[in-house]
């Protein structure tokens, strides 16, 4: 790598010093207070079983219309008659 700088360098190129947390930062440096830390005491937690089950029970006591469902209808056999009436053949329709 200190070939390449060396390179970069002599085919007129420059080297730009940039201090230690500042390149990935927009807008600046980092300031010591914008820092996370993680050492405060764990918040007691709300247990949401009785709203989980009012939630199932309002579902549960809905009505229970079913969806209708896309179903094909069955071919239907079908008698066609001639123009006096007598039956000439069966046919489907779909």
Same mark, same amino acid.
């Given at each position: 790598?200190?070939?390449?700088?060396?390179?970069?360098?002599?085919?007129?190129?420059?080297?730009?010093?940039?201090?230690?947390?500042?390149?990935?930062?927009?807008?600046?440096?980092? &300031?010591? =207070?914008?820092?996370? @830390?993680?050492?405060?005491?764990? !918040? #007691?937690?709300?247990? %949401?079983? $009785?709203?989980?089950?009012?939630?199932?029970?309002?579902?549960?006591?809905?009505?229970?219309?079913?969806?209708?469902?896309?179903?094909?209808? &069955?071919? =239907?056999?079908?008698? @066609?008659?001639?123009?006096?009436? !007598? #039956?000439?053949?069966? %046919?489907? $329709?779909?």
């Amino acid at each position: 790598m200190n070939q390449d700088v060396l390179s970069f360098e002599s085919t007129g190129g420059h080297v730009e010093e940039i201090n230690s947390g500042v390149s990935g930062v927009v807008g600046g440096p980092l &300031k010591a =207070q914008e820092t996370v @830390i993680f050492n405060e005491k764990k !918040e #007691p937690r709300s247990y %949401v079983n $009785d709203v989980v089950a009012a939630i199932d029970s309002r579902k549960k006591g809905g009505t229970n219309k079913k969806l209708k469902t896309n179903t094909t209808k &069955k071919p =239907q056999r079908r008698l @066609i008659y001639d123009d006096f009436g !007598e #039956p000439l053949r069966w %046919v489907w $329709d779909e």
